[in-house]
């Protein structure tokens, strides 16, 4: 069974930082490239970032370009993306993907807020 399971969500001030992970089981993980999508509350789903298989990719929407980074450990078959200098424009719940039409699996999300 692919499971994808985010966490590292919470609350954090305007300027802050946080860190998401992302535990993937039931594939290969090393071989998919992965994304990071954000749904903010009346909105649609945004994508975030992009890193490949290898992890020597990376790509990042204009919104979160400088602040965030995303990165993987192929061994732990695990994602990440740290946030840093967050905005509350960030709130959102942010969910991993898989950077794949044919296999577009997706975890349950983490919720992150950005407020005083």
């Known amino acids: 069974e692919v499971q994808l399971v985010e966490s590292g969500g919470g609350l954090v001030q305007p300027g802050g930082s946080l860190r998401l992970s992302c535990a993937a089981s039931?594939?290969?993980?090393?071989?998919?490239?992965m994304r990071w999508v954000r749904q903010a509350p009346g909105k649609g789903p945004e994508w975030v970032s992009i890193?490949?298989?290898?992890?020597?990719?990376?790509y990042y929407a204009d919104s979160v370009k400088g602040r965030f980074t995303i990165s993987r450990d192929n061994a732990k078959s695990t994602l990440y993306l740290q946030m840093n200098s967050q905005k509350p424009e960030d709130t959102a719940v942010y969910y991993c993907?898989?950077?794949?039409?044919?296999?577009?699996?997706r975890g349950q999300g983490t919720q992150v807020t950005v407020s005083l």
């Open positions: 890193i490949s298989a290898s992890g020597r990719n990376t």
């Open positions: 993907t898989t950077d794949s039409s044919a296999t577009p699996w």
């Open positions: 039931g594939f290969t993980f090393r071989t998919y490239s």
